[in-house]
């Protein structure tokens, strides 16, 4: 059921091309995982800004503060959100690029290409 979810996930929803590689496994799992991330974000965000919009909404409040928030729970709470952001980020990106590239494949195994760089044009020679 998982591989079935996940192949729907990688090439229907995120429309990744199919794996050509090894390591492009390894590459799509990020891209879900930083999607799944980022989407967690943004219901966490619209959840804050719905409650902003009702909390100082004009009838409750129909007079501007100048005075502010004078509580940090909002300070703290925006702070520890970049944290666990950063730590997710770093947390996913930093061990697979260590993966990927503490282990390259031997010479035997590898493909070796020649390639030709010009303005607007790539060509590629398979030895």
């Given at each position: 059921?998982?591989?079935?979810?996940?192949?729907?996930?990688?090439?229907?929803?995120?429309?990744?091309?199919?794996l050509a590689s090894e390591?492009?496994?390894?590459?799509?799992?990020?891209i879900v995982y930083v999607h799944?991330?980022?989407?967690?974000?943004?219901?966490?965000?619209l959840a804050y800004f719905l409650y902003a919009i009702f909390r100082f909404r004009q009838s409750?409040?129909?007079?501007?503060?100048?005075?502010?928030?004078k509580g940090h729970f909002s300070n703290y709470l925006e702070g520890g959100v970049a944290l666990v952001e950063a730590i997710l980020l770093i947390g996913f990106a930093v061990p697979l690029w260590a993966k990927v590239v503490s282990q390259p494949p031997s010479e035997k195994n590898a493909t070796v290409l020649h390639v030709l760089a010009k303005q607007f044009n790539w060509n590629v020679h398979y030895a």
């Open positions: 059921m998982t591989n079935t979810f996940d192949h729907w996930v990688k090439e229907k929803l995120l429309n990744l091309p199919f390591h492009g496994r390894l590459v799509d799992d990020l799944a991330l980022m989407a967690v974000l943004f219901v966490g965000w409750k409040h129909p007079k501007a503060d100048y005075v502010g928030v």
